[in-house]
């Protein structure tokens, strides 16, 4: 099955649903205590958790539609959005190696993603797809 354009772009989004969701996740943990009434009215983790389930959702349906060894790897994007929303929403400091690390995660999924063409498949043993 050759992996749809649509099933990328919808991983994408799940990856900026989730990385928000992680982000209200933070700033919800600043007001929790470990009750069941804490939890249910902290707002922020109430947002985490729709923007979670929204994002598996959208991940369940992008797998309907391509292969799971090109689309998996594009969750790693969700590093790459928590380090920027970090620095935007917490003061974070991205230093020289952070940015490198994001570099190689988009170098990396580039890569994963020109595997992910049919024409390009290895013949192993003399076994062809």
Do not use: D, R
Not at 68 to 75: D, E
Request: proline share 1%.
């Amino acid at each position: 099955m050759a992996t749809k354009l649509s099933a990328i772009l919808m991983m994408v989004f799940c990856t900026v649903l989730t990385s928000a969701a992680q982000v209200f996740y933070k700033k919800g943990s600043a007001l929790l205590s470990f009750n069941l009434m804490s939890i249910i009215t902290n707002y922020n983790i109430l947002i985490g958790l729709i923007l979670y389930i929204t994002g598996g959702v959208i991940m369940i349906y992008a797998f309907k539609h391509g292969e799971v060894t090109v689309l998996y790897p594009v969750i790693t994007l969700s590093y790459v959005w928590v380090s920027l929303l970090s620095v935007y929403f917490f003061n974070e400091i991205m230093t020289f190696y952070k940015w490198l690390g994001v570099i190689v995660i988009i170098i990396g999924i580039i890569f994963i993603g020109f595997g992910g063409k049919k024409s390009e498949s290895l013949n192993y043993a003399g076994v062809t797809e």
